[in-house]
């Protein structure tokens, strides 16, 4: 978090504009990008794009529903593997 506000501090004292555009998308995402030095690199990158992945298929998918709810729960259902009923309705 120093060596990131210290390197942000120096580079906008500089006069180049593109590298100031990247020390105040930087200092934008500051919590964002501390979160994986705190978490000492235990997450896989690789398990969160997957999980960014099946939610966007899932909304994808819930496209046709119409209201918020039904989606929220289609995507507990598939994030959280949680069981779906059989069937909602009766057929003959």
């Not at 990131?4 to 500089?14: E, I, P, V, Y």
């Not at 994808?60 to 994030?79: C, D, P, Q």
Request: charge should be positive.
């Amino acid at each position: 978090a120093r060596f990131l506000d210290a390197w942000c501090k120096r580079t906008m004292r500089s006069r180049i504009i593109p590298m100031k555009k990247i020390a105040k998308m930087l200092r934008s995402h500051r919590e964002l990008l501390l979160n994986w030095f705190r978490t000492k690199g235990q997450v896989a990158l690789g398990a969160v794009e997957g999980f960014n992945n099946k939610a966007k298929v899932t909304s994808r998918k819930a496209y046709g529903f119409r209201n918020f709810e039904v989606m929220k729960i289609a995507l507990y259902h598939t994030l959280g593997n949680l069981p779906e009923p059989e069937a909602t309705h009766r057929f003959c």
